[in-house]
């Protein structure tokens, strides 16, 4: 089979299991993103998350995870859906970002990504490779960008001009050639909604995020406890924040999503009968039970939960 057959039946098999764009990318070193890296890393923006030091030159040469591998396969799926944003323009309380609201996407792209792999192996042969869903030191977006499926905007999130950003990335890397994209240019231009709209001013400049500042890090990350001083901060968000991509124009037109698993959990958009901070430990691992949200553990939660109820309370 010639490689631009397997190219497009890979790609097709990615639609048909659910991604919404599949990309390809030359595997090579990272010279300059792993210049940007270092600087960042330096310049400790990364706060308490030692673990983005670690394994440093895997992070800018996908060859050191996979030996041999030639290829990087990008897929992308939309988060986007109706139920969220009629919650959200109704309801004013403490909130979870909306990627979280459905079940893990971890566990979804993962099993799909290995169906990928699978097909592929039909279709080549013996291949080497991994699938990766933010489970390495593989930088997704940048990958994501060479694959065509978006550019990294001035929030550090990738964005298309089909699905805006509210999408999540996957990865595939082998040890075959493919048809490879080409990687989209910035449509940013002079816009600057997401960095006026960050209320702790954790996009400090563009395409740099200062994580100390940043609500999905303090409400995620950050091992200890939020400082009482930094409470306020958090505003209404108990889990992640969705502030910076609300305010991108390119999300107002943004395709919505058709995968059923991302989709928002009832029991999540209809729980005004209580508060969160006063949700026992069995209700959250029963609500939260193959959830992202379970990332922060209990503890954590109801604390987040508090602050965010004392931050918007009337």
Same mark, same amino acid.
């Given at each position: 089979m010639d490689i631009i057959t397997t190219t497009q039946k890979v790609r097709e098999k990615a639609l048909e299991l659910g991604f919404d764009r599949c990309g390809f990318a030359r595997v090579c =070193?990272?010279? +300059?993103? $792993?210049?940007?890296? +270092?600087?960042?890393?330096?310049?400790?923006?990364? $706060?308490d998350m030692s673990?983005?030091?670690?394994?440093?030159?895997?992070?800018?040469d996908p060859s050191k995870l996979v030996p041999g591998s030639k290829s990087v396969i990008s897929v992308i799926a939309s988060y986007r859906y109706q139920a969220n944003e009629k919650y959200d323009a109704e309801y004013h309380g403490p909130k979870i &970002?909306?990627? &979280?609201?459905?079940? #893990?996407?971890?566990?979804?792209?993962?099993?799909?990504l290995k169906n990928l792999f699978d097909y592929t192996k039909l279709l080549l !042969?013996?291949?080497?490779?991994?699938?990766?869903?933010?489970? &390495?030191?593989?930088?997704d977006k940048v990958w994501a960008q060479r694959a065509g499926n978006?550019?990294?905007?001035?929030?550090? /999130?990738?964005?298309?001009?089909?699905? !805006? =950003?509210?999408?999540?990335? !996957?990865?595939?890397?082998?040890?075959?050639?493919?048809?490879?994209?080409?990687?989209?240019? #910035?449509?940013?231009?002079?816009?600057t909604e997401c960095i006026d709209a960050c209320p702790t001013d954790a996009i400090h400049e563009p395409y740099r995020i200062d994580s100390n500042r940043c609500i999905s890090y303090l409400t995620i990350e950050l091992? /200890? =406890?939020?400082?009482? +001083?930094?409470? $306020?901060?958090?505003?209404?968000?108990?889990?992640?924040?969705?502030?910076?991509?609300?305010?991108?124009?390119?999300?107002?037109? $943004? +395709?919505?999503?058709?995968? /059923? #698993?991302?989709?928002?959990?009832?029991?999540?958009? /209809?729980?005004?009968?209580f508060k969160w901070s006063e949700i026992t430990e069995e209700f959250y691992n029963q609500i939260f039970s193959g959830s992202a949200v379970r990332r922060s553990k209990y503890p954590k939660f109801i604390e987040n939960a508090r602050s965010a109820e004392m931050n918007t309370a009337e």
């Open positions: =070193s990272l010279d +300059e993103e $792993a210049y940007r890296l +270092e600087q960042w890393l330096k310049e400790n923006l990364h $706060a673990w983005m030091e670690n394994n440093f030159d895997k992070r800018i &970002a909306k990627y &979280a609201r459905g079940r #893990d996407y971890h566990k979804v792209f993962r099993k799909k !042969g013996d291949i080497n490779g991994r699938v990766f869903v933010d489970s &390495a030191p593989v930088m978006g550019w990294i905007g001035k929030n550090s /999130n990738l964005l298309n001009r089909t699905h !805006g =950003s509210w999408f999540l990335i !996957g990865e595939m890397i082998v040890d075959v050639p493919f048809v490879y994209d080409e990687p989209v240019t #910035d449509h940013c231009g002079t816009c091992k /200890n =406890s939020i400082p009482k +001083e930094d409470q $306020a901060k958090i505003g209404e968000w108990i889990f992640g924040c969705d502030i910076c991509q609300d305010v991108c124009p390119w999300n107002r037109k $943004a +395709e919505y999503g058709k995968l /059923n #698993d991302l989709k928002p959990r009832e029991q999540i958009l /209809n729980y005004g009968h």
